[in-house]
């Protein structure tokens, strides 16, 4: 069966350090993959899409990897800070299902 | 430029009844997705308009419903609340649909309770 899994523990760094978030999917072919930042309340918020064909894709502290053969997604943020902490989304497109799907997300607590 | 709005941010109702929810996206966009998110199951896609037109359609029963206008506004209906119809609903907007590989822009969400 199809699947995207995040790491549903929470995951706890200091202030600084990498943050590094993981997106694994199974029998999916992605077309594209999107990260999203999801504050409680709020809407998710869309930061990077990264293609296929693409390896790798960064942004101000955020850089985000796409393995196709290995199946999965690396979202890092350098320099971490209190106001990163947040819950993360993957979300893949596949021509198959012709629409996102969206992992359960992680959620990231940095530490001042 | 104004962001996506959804109406109402939260709404009550009772088992049975049947409710609306409105999403007027980002000016110039032309797709609007709706996907309902709970603790358990994350974000889960209901369906996706275009130009007026159903693109695609997600997992759900026939009781969820949607449209959407001339001028990109959408809606989605509910019949027939159920307990488990308890959720935060998302309406997204994009310029083009998803296909075209554009970021989606949600809206706050409406939070809806059946009780």
């Known amino acids: 069966s199809q699947k995207i899994e995040q790491n549903s523990e929470a995951l706890n760094i200091q202030e600084g350090k990498t943050a590094t978030l993981t997106c694994n999917y199974t029998?999916?072919?992605?077309?594209?993959l999107q990260w999203y930042r999801q504050d409680p309340g709020r809407g998710p918020v869309f930061l990077l899409l990264?293609?296929?064909?693409?390896k790798e894709k960064r942004k101000e502290r955020l850089k985000v990897t796409f393995d196709t053969t290995l199946k999965q997604s690396l979202f890092h943020i350098t320099a971490s800070q209190p106001a990163d902490s947040a819950t993360y989304l993957c979300?893949?497109?596949?021509?198959?299902?012709?629409?996102?799907?969206f992992g359960t997300g992680t959620r990231l607590k940095v530490l001042a | 430029k104004a962001g996506v709005t959804q109406t109402p941010r939260y709404l009550i109702k009772t088992r049975g009844q049947q409710v609306t929810l409105s999403c007027s996206p980002i000016?110039?966009?032309?797709?609007v997705s709706w996907y309902q998110q709970t603790p358990g199951q994350g974000l889960q896609f209901l369906f996706e308009?275009?130009?007026?037109?159903?693109?695609n359609k997600g997992n759900f029963p026939g009781r969820f419903s949607g449209r959407q206008f001339s001028n990109s506004r959408s809606e989605m209906n509910v019949s027939t609340l159920e307990l488990g119809d308890s959720a935060l609903y998302l309406c997204?907007?994009?310029?083009?649909?998803?296909?075209?590989?554009?970021?989606?822009?949600f809206g706050s969400g409406t939070r809806l309770t059946v009780v």
């Open positions: 997204a907007s994009s310029l083009e649909g998803a296909n075209m590989g554009y970021g989606y822009t």
């Open positions: 029998n999916y072919s992605p077309a594209y």
């Open positions: 990264i293609r296929e064909n693409e």
């Open positions: 979300a893949l497109f596949t021509s198959g299902t012709y629409k996102y799907i």
């Open positions: 000016s110039g966009h032309r797709s």
């Open positions: 308009y275009f130009s007026e037109t159903q693109r």
